[in-house]
């Protein structure tokens, strides 16, 4: 039986969001329209040192001015510790996770090749936990990318789930939380495709289901790299988000009339609802930079 749709978008507010992050969204939110669904909102507020202050609100006016309204309240990562911790815990009770001293000195020493419980330690203070994997290849067929591989044990080896300094790891807290929002599909960026893998073996170790994934094309900066925050994106401008959303569109495989240029944001999105299905999505990995 199928779940109803959920898809959900799970910015981190390490600063504002760009215009990366605006195909990201007009896609997800397209996508849950299109398919009747939900479209919650999650900020991945798990690492306190990489926050900007007032990121969050930030991203919350840029996300209204654009009229990508979610559905319910907002889901904060910090608030859930928690549930981190008992999945932690059930684990590491189950052999699948185990204790670990390694340092990054160490690991360059292992070329960056985990070599697994071989070097587990007992319990403890400075100790990261981390995710034994298999020594198999595992792979996913993603609605936009076909089907992925990866082999993890050749890939990084076993990974963290809760780091030395107690803070959670990214691909447990974000497979966690997909599985208990009941997130049916995720609409994200391709360079998080080596997360998905990673995060659908934690599910996989859960018991939990995986959603659903298709990973978007990046589109990329003038110099080459991916749009970020960390490499000096501009902010999208929420006091002019006609033109921003215009050329957002051409990114979700649409063609606006020109005559859509000028309008307003409702009126935009009205015509995208009208016009986008799936199958407009470009695949691939990349995007050029935009003209703004």
């Given amino acids: 039986m199928n779940r109803p749709y959920r898809g959900r978008f799970a910015p981190t507010p390490s600063g504002p969001l760009h215009f990366g992050s605006l195909v990201t969204a007009l896609a997800g939110w397209l996508d849950a329209r299109y398919h009747g669904g939900q479209w919650l909102l999650r900020i991945d507020d798990l690492d306190p040192p990489r926050q900007q202050p007032g990121a969050v609100d930030t991203i919350l006016r840029q996300l209204d001015a654009f009229q990508l309204h979610w559905d319910g309240d907002p889901v904060y990562q910090s608030r859930r510790s928690d549930h981190y911790q008992r999945a932690v815990d059930t684990l590491l009770a189950e052999g699948k996770a185990f204790y670990c001293t390694l340092s990054r000195k160490q690991l360059k020493a292992l070329d960056h090749i985990h070599p697994g419980p071989a070097v587990a330690q007992p319990p403890g203070p400075d100790r990261a936990v981390r995710l034994t994997v298999p020594d198999t290849p595992l792979w996913l067929d993603d609605r936009l990318q076909g089907r992925v591989h990866a082999d993890l044990a050749?890939?990084?080896?076993?990974?963290?789930?809760?780091?030395?300094?107690?803070?959670?790891?990214?691909?447990?807290?974000?497979?966690?939380?997909?599985?208990?929002?009941?997130?049916?599909?995720?609409?994200?960026?391709?360079?998080?495709?080596?997360?998905?893998?990673?995060?659908?073996?934690?599910?996989?170790?859960?018991?939990?289901?995986?959603?659903?994934?298709?990973?978007?094309?990046v589109v990329m900066d003038p110099a080459g790299g991916k749009m970020s925050k960390s490499a000096?994106?501009?902010?999208?401008?929420?006091?002019r988000p006609g033109g921003f959303l215009f050329t957002a569109l051409g990114y979700v495989g649409l063609t606006p009339p020109p005559t859509l240029r000028d309008a307003g944001v409702a009126e935009q999105l009205a015509w995208a609802r009208a016009n986008w299905t799936p199958a407009h999505q470009p695949g691939g990995r990349r995007l050029p930079p935009p003209s703004i």
Avoid: N
Avoid at 198 to 211: F, S, T
Avoid at 232 to 239: I, R, T
């Fill in 154 to 217: 050749l890939e990084g080896g076993a990974f963290v789930i809760r780091r030395r300094d107690g803070l959670f790891g990214y691909q447990l807290a974000c497979a966690l939380d997909d599985a208990e929002m009941a997130i049916t599909d995720v609409v994200r960026g391709s360079d998080l495709l080596a997360s998905t893998l990673r995060q659908q073996w934690v599910l996989e170790c859960l018991g939990k289901a995986a959603p659903c994934y298709a990973h978007l094309p």
């Fill in 232 to 239: 000096g994106a501009a902010a999208l401008d929420s006091e």
